[in-house]
């Protein structure tokens, strides 16, 4: 008995997926963009708003899994997952997840509008995995809308104003991620992509790529109007061209992402920065950019 508890806790503690919780770094985005990082306040807002988002996150995973049980069991890399593999009962796997959900509840009351936000999300989420994963289309703006709802929970945790134009680029750029890793999926998983994620039976290959083609779009010109209306509010000084420059290393990011999944390798874009040298060179290059003329107003 002693002997299969470890592997039982790492199995819910993989049940929750923390190698996605990176995801929930968009909260970050609007305080950072705001300039509260450098108060107490501001980045205790952004910690528990990443904190109850990650665990939120984490109860929904639970949920999806064990509903995708079966079709998991047959898919070459997800038949790894702690219940499809048998590592973690179905049972246990239910109460966890409620335990976690609670968890996330009892976090996000530390700032209380965040409780709302987090609802959202969880309601999202599990309207997708209940129903919304079947629909073409639909569950690509399902999933995109997740990011921005994390975009949406760091400004209200901080208590900050959203730019429209900040909604614009993080609905973009998360709508081509989305649609990025559907389009590995198919190229990957070939024959077989549809009994893994049959909605994929909807998609071509032509679609996607004209979806990739205008969320890119957006986001590139999103950008540009959020940076360029940012600089004219502060009417000169370092700082205005600081936002105006940022447009350069955020456009060869994006840039780099789009050649990232033309080549297939899109379909885990949480570890882009990570495996791809060049794209975290110039996403770096971009953060140091655009925070210091964060700094300088």
Do not use: C
């Not at 300039?35 to 990443?50: H, P, Q, T």
């Not at 389009?183 to 009994?195: D, R």
């Not at 509010?233 to 936002?243: C, E, K, R, T």
């Not at 420059?245 to 050649?259: D, G, Q, W």
């Amino acid at each position: 008995m002693s002997e299969k508890q470890p592997s039982l806790i790492v199995g819910l503690l993989r049940a929750l997926r923390p190698q996605q919780w990176t995801k929930n770094l968009l909260v970050v985005a609007a305080p950072l963009g705001a300039g509260v990082l450098g108060s107490a306040d501001g980045l205790a807002s952004v910690v528990i708003a990443f904190v109850a988002f990650s665990l939120g996150a984490g109860a929904t995973y639970v949920l999806n899994d064990l509903r995708d049980l079966e079709r998991d069991r047959i898919h070459p890399r997800k038949r790894h997952r702690p219940f499809a593999s048998g590592a973690v009962p179905v049972g246990v796997g239910v109460a966890w997840g409620l335990i976690v959900f609670a968890a996330a509840i009892g976090v996000s009351l530390l700032r209380p509008n965040l409780v709302w936000v987090l609802l959202g999300y969880v309601a999202l989420t599990t309207a997708y995995s209940l129903w919304l994963k079947h629909l073409a289309v639909i569950e690509l703006v399902a999933i995109a809308a997740g990011f921005v709802v994390r975009a949406v929970a760091g400004a209200v945790a901080a208590d900050v104003p959203i730019s429209p134009w900040f909604f614009v680029v993080v609905s973009a750029g998360a709508l081509l991620m989305v649609t990025g890793k559907r389009s590995a999926e198919m190229f990957h998983l070939g024959e077989g992509a549809v009994v893994a994620r049959p909605v994929l039976a909807e998609y071509t290959a032509g679609y996607l790529r004209s979806v990739e083609i205008i969320a890119a779009s957006l986001a590139l010109i999103g950008y540009a109007l959020w940076s360029f209306d940012s600089a004219v509010a502060l009417q000169g000084g370092l700082a205005d061209v600081l936002f105006k420059v940022s447009l350069a290393p955020f456009a060869a990011a994006l840039l780099r992402f789009v050649l990232i999944v033309d080549r297939g390798e899109g379909s885990e874009p949480e570890y882009v920065l990570v495996r791809d040298r060049q794209m975290l060179i110039v996403s770096l290059v971009w953060l140091g950019v655009y925070g210091a003329g964060v700094l300088l107003t």
